[in-house]
């Protein structure tokens, strides 16, 4: 069985602060990991993706992801957050020989003037 | 480019009632899924379908049917709506299952 584990509903930082947002996966196969960001009130949009090579991978507006094998985890990371960074990210994931894509809860990150 | 659009935007229903949430794609793609999406729950899948006619459950499928007849559309009914109940559906839609496409939800409440 695949789970996705965001451990903080919350992140609070200023604008021009860096940021981690943590995602820890559980799948013993192959896997996609993804990375998705909802703005209040819209859909969501993807972020990056990951399978395999390089372990950090980069994805729009500044935003870049390290996978760990070792860690179970892709955590996304920015350098400096801007207030329009304020937003639901979730993390994803999809193993390799199925097309079920679960989603973690969620973490809310508020980026303060 | 494609779109993703679900209908209705907004769904008040009545405690019992079967409600029926539409969904269409013009990506072309073969993949496409339900999401729930409650407060504090993140996207709990409900099912999926990686083709036509092809009908596959997903964590949350008790109390919801769903139908892909076309490739392009996919809907999902409520068989039988729960008083107070409120959630956003979000229909979505992959070529891989790599990058998903989403809609911009269903919002469902139960009086």
């Known amino acids: 069985t695949q789970t996705v584990s965001q451990s903080d509903a919350h992140v609070t930082v200023f604008e021009g602060d860096s940021v981690e947002l943590r995602c820890n996966y559980s799948?013993?196969?192959?896997?996609?990991l993804s990375w998705y960001i909802q703005h209040h009130g819209r859909g969501l949009q993807f972020l990056l993706k990951?399978?395999?090579?390089?372990?950090v991978v980069q994805g729009v507006n500044g935003f870049e992801a390290e996978f760990s094998k070792s860690d179970s985890s892709f955590h996304l990371r920015k350098a400096s957050v801007h207030w329009s960074d304020s937003a639901v990210y979730f993390c994803?994931?999809?193993?390799?020989?199925?097309?079920?894509?679960?989603f973690g809860k969620g973490t809310h990150l508020h980026v303060l003037p | 480019g494609g779109i993703i659009t679900q209908t209705p935007k907004f769904l008040i229903g009545q405690e019992g009632q079967k409600l029926t949430l539409k969904c269409q794609q013009n990506?072309?793609?073969?993949?496409m899924y339900w999401y729930r999406q409650d407060s504090g729950k993140g996207l709990r899948l409900i099912y999926y379908s990686i083709t036509e006619n092809d009908l596959q459950k997903g964590d949350l499928s008790e109390g919801y049917d769903a139908s892909r007849e076309k490739k392009s559309s996919f809907s999902l009914t409520v068989t039988s709506a729960q008083k107070n109940e409120m959630a956003v559906f979000l229909c979505a839609s992959s070529r891989d299952s790599t990058e998903v496409f989403f809609g911009k939800g269903t919002r469902l409440t139960v009086v």
């Open positions: 990506f072309n793609h073969d993949t």
């Open positions: 994803a994931v999809m193993s390799t020989n199925a097309y079920k894509v679960i």
């Open positions: 799948y013993g196969g192959s896997i996609y």
């Open positions: 990951y399978y395999s090579g390089n372990p």
